[in-house]
């Protein structure tokens, strides 16, 4: 088992910044990666981010790229989303996710992951 602990939501002006975390505990040995998903109000569930651990590969939706940036710590159990530029459309709760599936890397989809945080909420003002 793998348990999921976000923080770092909160509420923003457009344009400010922030930054999520996630702390894995519990059979953090077996996680192949981790990434980052959001939900907002009457949508379904989207991919933000994910990181792979073996070689460090991220990959983000393009809503993501040249904004948000995945990182992870040196012991890979907890997952950052630093978050810039910030617009009223990123609002959201955004969830972590690990994957502990083997030989398998993390992908887009929230299949592609087994284990879920309960969320941080993000709201965007403009």
């Known amino acids: 088992q793998v348990q999921l602990v976000e923080s770092g939501g909160g509420l923003v002006q457009a344009g400010g910044s922030l930054r999520l975390s996630c702390a894995a505990s519990g059979r953090t040995f077996s996680i192949n990666g981790m990434g980052w998903f959001r939900q907002a109000p009457g949508k379904e569930r989207e991919f933000v981010s994910s990181?792979?651990?073996?070689?460090?590969?991220?990959e983000s939706s393009d809503f993501a790229k040249g904004r948000f940036t995945i990182s992870g710590d040196n012991a890979k159990t907890t997952v950052y989303l630093q978050m810039n530029s910030l617009k009223p459309e990123d609002t959201a709760v955004y969830y972590c996710?690990?994957?502990?599936?083997?030989?398998?890397?993390?992908?887009?989809?929230?299949?592609?992951?087994?284990?879920w945080g309960q969320g941080t909420q993000v709201t965007v003002s403009s």
């Open positions: 990181i792979e651990w073996s070689g460090s590969t991220t």
């Open positions: 996710a690990a994957d502990v599936t083997p030989s398998r890397a993390p992908g887009r989809f929230l299949d592609d992951f087994d284990y």
